[in-house]
């Protein structure tokens, strides 16, 4: 099975910047659409951005638009989240995941999605 792993979690202050990677396994991973989701404490998990296979389709949330840029480098399967201008509510667990299928703007709609990492927590301080 493809495994992900998320890293580059932890605590920074209101304002602040955070990158986060997901490095996938396989030689495939240039055909995955890639996502990125949170869970905040006490609540359901939120979608926040997407890209496809080539990069050349990008999906973010609203709550994220002009603060977060998702990209990816297939040659070292790995799948980036460059988190800018971090409020307290982007405080959660992020997790990576990944799909054969482009959503359009239905990814907001509880993809589903066949691969997910185990999450890293991002926390930021006011």
């Known amino acids: 099975q493809v495994q992900l792993v998320e890293s580059g979690g932890g605590l920074v202050q209101a304002g602040g910047s955070l990158r986060l990677s997901c490095a996938a396994s396989?030689?495939?991973?240039?055909?995955?659409?890639m996502g990125w989701f949170r869970q905040a404490p006490g609540k359901e998990r939120v979608f926040v951005a997407a890209?496809?296979?080539?990069?050349?389709?990008?999906y973010y949330a609203d709550s994220v638009k002009g603060r977060f840029t998702i990209s990816r480098d297939n040659a070292k399967n790995t799948v980036y989240l460059q988190m800018n201008s971090l409020k307290p509510e982007d405080t959660a667990v992020y997790y990576c995941?990944?799909?054969?299928?482009?959503?359009?703007?239905?990814?907001?709609?509880?993809?589903?999605?066949?691969?997910w990492g185990k999450g890293t927590l991002v926390t930021i301080s006011s």
């Open positions: 995941a990944s799909t054969t299928i482009w959503y359009g703007r239905r990814w907001s709609l509880d993809p589903t999605m066949e691969f």
């Open positions: 396989g030689r495939t991973f240039s055909r995955y659409c």
């Open positions: 890209i496809n296979w080539s990069g050349s389709s990008i």
